[in-house]
């Protein structure tokens, strides 16, 4: 504890006062294997938060891939490299045929911004629709569209945000039909206001799974609709799969699988690599190509062979341990789990997920919904307290969020049910 | 070679064609050793050309660190760790006083975004002093910026862009304190003119060596009246030093203390994780808490154990190799074989460096100095030819552009100012 203090202090001092960490006190992380990390004291915890580590911490296929290709070669992609084009082509077999070439980058932010350089070029529009509490990037573009925390950046003439299509608040009697049309009718207000304004829109640019804004149950062909509208006003669908994709849903290797819709752009960053930094954008080769005339993109680290071997490894991993199908079978068990705790908690307001990525929306009374912010918080810290770590999200921070490793079993989910329902009574 | 042209057939339909690569018939490369690489046919090339691997390909001090800690534990800095702690107070430690705090990124381009939003926040200013024939990164913002080739975005009203201080095209009789006044009177009309369009100025941002627009001769002063002019106008000073830093120059570990001026903000990259995906951004802790308390910056890869892990094994092989001390012997050994070459070749028109850094401009003859674009392409081509990476670089594409691995010696030296005496014969 007061190692732990002094580094906290230390840190503080070099790498900013404010500079984000969990937790009331921060866990201190020193080792991890498969759902498992142990902090400096010895102590375990089961990671129930962290996708980056996607087929489990240190996976040792993973490991031994970078280990690998580090001490063999490590440049950019101006020299011809086997790796990389052998990856972008199995990459790309996972996608709609449409969707038939990538470029790479570094990271989730480096793949949006280029997504967006990419919509604005082919259309010529400048204008972005986003969700309201949404994230796609700490960039200056980026940043100045996020709507989920403050930013310095004024939100910008080009941009519009859109209501979260969240049917556990905003319902009110309407089948899924109507539902539907009713968010996308916000959509097509988004567009008309920018058209309005002078500005031709370049994208709408959103999660499938909606995960920032909390992660609502999906409303049956709203992504249909709103992408409909967005096209017919001359804008491209990017699709940010950073959170959803490389089968976090168990259903499909892609959030935007789960809306029957094939994006214009997809960017993709965290699970790629298992924690090694490479993000990447697909989109038809007639973009890229076109784009690339345009504007001579290139990125240093994007795609060296080391980052290619890494995220080769993880698509092994994928197939070769049958991670969607766990992610399937051990989703579809946690979440009866957490449906059981629901009808024995009354915090308990809604359960919604796919596959290994869950919320829970904690909420004072059933009846108006008052959001449980003091009390969710403190279930994370109460969670971190009997070994498990989670997070919470959401525009009123109620939503326990869940996204485990990809490898999390049955055995898992029990200690993560029991310790949840023991918390709970102890809130 | 047929393997190779299918192998780039495939890049082509599934990267894109117009993706950059060197070279008329690009370079297989899948090997990589010191200041050595090798290609599929076994055949050895002395790489003269790339600053990324900066203590040598494959080092295993660096290798052995990635692989180490990749098994142990890589997840973002939202928990506390060690390694990035240590690392961040190593870092910055090498700098001013002033500069006394770290945020990590993965790249340049993040670490130049990064630095903008900091100056644009502070300033309150969003006004941008690039020098003509620059690049500084390819997300958007930076983009839009970029001077040194065509993007399809348009020439923003927030930038200005100024002169290449220029000594050999630019001279013109003055004296060196002369052209350092002339080159900082463009930067004064630059501001002015941001000022007059009402645009308060943000920061000057530049390379201290200027290496995309030609590594010119560095005028002595230029930069510190370049900066006086932009800090009285109240913007600050972002130093690039993802080309000149981590001891390129061999006189010291950052390009900026060549020029005497301690920078508000630097922004690094390339060469710090030894092709491992790290950059950062280094400031004064006032000016990195104040901006975190209103931005919530994260950057989930940024800083996490592995990239620190490699980007400490890098600072380690600088210390005990004496790199610096490396670079700046036979950087002086490489630099007055080049001016024996001059000597002997009409077509030499200027040589200069720093350190390990050198540029060779091409000229078609030494009164006029016309650009020797086309044979400069030729020669790069017939270097490869020769078993030696380098590249081109400047305004009108005629610098020779060699910036090696930091652990090139006087043997290596040898063979590239033979090899370059033999293809200038050629040529």
Known sequence: MSSDSTLLERRFRVMGRNAPLFYDRPVHLVRGKGVWVEDADGRTYLDVYNNVPNVGHCHPHVVEAIARQAATLNLHTR?????????????TATFDGSLNAATFTCSGTESNELALRMARYRT???????????????SETLASVTTCFP???PFPAFARKVAIPDPFR??????????????????REAVRSLQADGIPIAALLIDPLFANEGLPELVPNYVAKAVGIVREAGGLF????????????????????LANVVPDIVSLGKPMGNGHPIGGVIAASDLIDSF????TYFNTFGGNPVSAAAATAV??????????????????????????????????????????????????????????TAKTKRLVNMMRDRGILLSKIGRYDNIL???????????????LLSALDDALNAL
Chains 1, 2 share one sequence.
């Open 79 to 91: 020299y011809l490299h086997e790796t990389v084009v052998r990856y972008a082509e199995r990459l």
């Open 124 to 138: 010529g529009g400048k204008g972005i629709i986003v969700s309201d509490f949404s994230y796609h990037g700490n």
């Open 151 to 153: 930013v310095p950046e």
């Open 170 to 187: 905003d319902r009110q009697g309407r089948s899924d039909e109507e539902l539907g049309d009713y968010f996308a009718a916000k959509v």
């Open 238 to 257: 990017i699709c940010d799969e950073v959170q959803a994709g490389f089968g976090r849903t168990g259903d499909a290797m892609w959030g935007h699988q």
């Open 292 to 295: 690339g005339l345009a504007a």
């Open 315 to 372: 698509l092994d991993v994928i197939e070769q341990e049958s991670l969607l199908e766990n992610g399937r079978r051990v989703g579809a068990y946690v979440r009866a789990g957490l449906e059981r705790l629901m009808a024995q908690h009354a915090i308990i307001g809604n359960v919604r997920g796919h596959g290994l990525f869950f919320g829970l929306e904690l909420v004072e009374d059933d009846a108006a919904r008052t959001p449980a």
């Open 401 to 415: 969020k869940m996204r485990p490793p990809m490898v999390f079993t049955e055995e898992n989910a029990d200690l």
